[in-house]
T-cell receptor, first 111, second 111 residues
Framework: QKEVEQDPGPLSVPEGAIVSLNCTYSNSAFQYFMWYRQYSRKGPELLMYTYSSGNKEDGRFTAQVDKSSKYISLFIRDSQPSDSATYLC???????????FGTGTRLQVTL | DAGITQSPRHKVTETGTPVTLRCHQTENHRYMYWYRQDPGHGLRLIHYSYGVKDTDKGEVSDGYSVSRSKTEDFLLTLESATSSQTSVYFCATMDSNYGYTFGSGTRLTVV
């Protein structure tokens, strides 16, 4: 079993939809939870970061962590074509000096 | 990607030849990383460094070596390239808030 599981998609939604992206993890020692967005042929860029259970909101993006279920989510409200990218979850322990990444979910937002 | 430069951006090499990829950062971050990204596997850690001359292995380190003689430079060497090392290689740094910043990647093809 991988330490971090993520549905690879692709996920296709119409513009304006609410998108839910999810990861599960197996190691209860994980403390840092991040979401990265990666456009085609580019490096990943940090979207959201949290180290506690609960919700964290930033504009149209909400990151949710449920440590009891070992489940993290990223919600995108009012999705836009510019949100079309691959979204990777990343989880770390201790000082987060070594992150474990999910395989990424490819999202396509259509007009 | 501000602060991180990877070179070369693209390289084609023959099986059995040595290859060195370079990562240069301008932000004076202590931690630097080399990842490879492959379809179905996501980002996998090859090696990382936590200071000048301080390096450690990641999950897929076989066939790779690294060196860090200066804070700003982190080199990844494939001692004898194989076709299984065809991949996209990303360098990353970690900032004081545990966020990772990635370079634009090096697309390596071993023929």
């Amino acid at each position: 079993q991988k330490e971090v599981e993520q549905d690879p998609g692709p996920l296709s939604v119409p513009e304006g939809a609410i998108v839910s992206l999810n990861c599960t993890y197996s190691n209860s020692a994980f403390q840092y939870f991040m979401w990265y967005r990666q456009y085609s042929r580019k490096g990943p860029e940090l979207l959201m970061y949290t180290y506690s259970s609960g919700n964290k909101e930033d504009g149209r993006f909400t990151a949710q962590v449920d440590k009891s279920s070992k489940y993290i989510s990223l919600f995108i409200r009012d999705s836009q074509p510019s949100d079309s990218a691959t979204y990777l979850c990343a989880i770390g322990t201790g000082t987060a000096s070594k992150l474990t990444f999910g395989t990424g979910t490819r999202l396509q937002v259509t007009l | 990607d501000a602060g991180i430069t990877q070179s070369p951006r693209h390289k084609v090499t023959e099986t059995g030849t040595p290859v060195t990829l370079r990562c240069h950062q301008t932000e004076n971050h202590r931690y630097m990383y080399w990842y490879r990204q492959d379809p179905g596997h996501g980002l996998r850690l090859i090696h990382y460094s936590y200071g000048v001359k301080d390096t450690d292995k990641g999950e897929v380190s076989d066939g790779y070596s690294v060196s860090r003689s200066k804070t700003e430079d982190f080199l990844l060497t494939l001692e004898s390239a194989t076709s299984s090392q065809t991949s996209v290689y990303f360098c990353a740094t970690m900032d004081s808030n545990y966020g990772y910043t990635f370079g634009s990647g090096t697309r390596l093809t071993v023929v």
